[in-house]
């Protein structure tokens, strides 16, 4: 099994930047794709980007591209997320997930999540 804890979230300001971390535990975290979503209150959790297992492939929700990136240190065992021209409306809590195989884009489809760290845009 993967064990996950997000770190990185707080206070920033609109048009400002922030990276996320994501710790995982278990031997096979390198054979694991990893994917941020993010869910704001009222609102469904959405996808935000994915990334392969050897770290080679990524893929991103049509609103992020451009200003996320989504990367990974298995010599690590840590997933990061790094925002860039941050807007009022990426407010939310951010979630990382880990499932083996495919990268895919829904929340069902991903069987470990870690506990989400909030990250606030000011304006």
């Known amino acids: 099994q993967v064990q996950l804890v997000e770190s990185g979230g707080g206070l920033v300001q609109a048009g400002g930047s922030r990276r996320l971390s994501c710790a995982a535990s278990?031997?096979?975290?390198?054979?694991?794709?990893m994917a941020w979503f993010r869910q704001a209150p009222g609102k469904e959790r959405e996808f935000v980007a994915a990334?392969?297992?050897?770290?080679?492939?990524?893929y991103y929700a049509e609103s992020m591209k451009g200003r996320f990136t989504i990367s990974r240190d298995n010599a690590k065992n840590t997933v990061y997320l790094q925002m860039n021209s941050l807007k009022l409306e990426d407010t939310a809590v951010y979630y990382c997930?880990?499932?083996?195989?495919?990268?895919?884009?829904?929340?069902?489809?991903?069987?470990?999540w870690g506990q989400g760290t909030q990250v606030t845009v000011s304006s």
């Open positions: 278990g031997r096979t975290f390198s054979r694991h794709v």
């Open positions: 997930a880990a499932r083996m195989d495919r990268i895919l884009d829904g929340s069902k489809w991903y069987d470990y």
């Open positions: 990334i392969s297992w050897s770290g080679d492939r990524t």
